[in-house]
């Protein structure tokens, strides 16, 4: 997640977050937290549209936090929403995580009844795998 989203769900200026992430840099090693590069900035893409500058206006490189990153800014801002918006996040983080490894069991699953039955099922299981693969083809461009 990126610093200015975060303190928006803090309810933090973004300048307040940089600095409180800055006065305690070391509990944000750089797979917690790392800065966007120049090149990820040159190639800033948003839903709504494409910046037209280069820096997105921005006067610093925006931080980007991962899901311990996010854990420990809690720590960082020591307030009774930071802590609500925390526990939310994890939550959220954890379903992710959970969807993820649901799927791969499903799969398993699928295999495991596919060599218990005969053949009259094999056109079935092979239906059901087909729609569990992922679409190798590239995705088609909407819009102009």
């Known amino acids: 997640m990126l610093d200015r989203d975060l303190a928006e769900l803090y309810a933090v200026e973004v300048k307040?977050?940089?600095?409180?992430?800055?006065r305690n840099i070391d509990r944000f090693p750089s797979d917690f937290m790392f800065?966007?590069?120049?090149?990820?900035?040159?190639?800033w893409r948003c839903q709504f549209g494409t910046s037209n500058n280069i820096r997105m206006g921005?006067?610093?490189s925006p931080m980007a936090f991962t899901e311990q990153g996010v854990?420990?800014?809690?720590?960082?801002?020591?307030?009774?929403?930071?802590?609500?918006?925390?526990?939310q996040i994890m939550r959220?983080?954890?379903?992710?995580?959970?969807?993820?490894?649901?799927?791969?069991?499903?799969?398993?699953?699928i295999e495991d009844m596919e060599d218990k039955y005969d053949e009259q099922f094999r056109i079935v299981f092979q239906a059901i795998k087909q729609l569990l693969q992922e679409d190798d083809k590239p995705k088609r461009k909407i819009g102009f």
Do not use: C, G, P, W
Not at 35 to 43: C, D, F, H, R
Not at 92 to 109: G, I, N, Q, S, W
């Open 58 to 60: 921005l006067r610093y």
């Open 16 to 22: 307040q977050l940089k600095r409180s992430v800055r």
């Open 71 to 87: 854990a420990m800014l809690s720590s960082v801002l020591n307030s009774k929403r930071a802590i609500q918006v925390n526990i």
């Open 35 to 43: 800065m966007l590069s120049k090149k990820e900035l040159e190639n």
């Open 92 to 109: 959220a983080f954890t379903k992710l995580r959970t969807m993820l490894l649901t799927h791969e069991d499903l799969k398993r699953k």
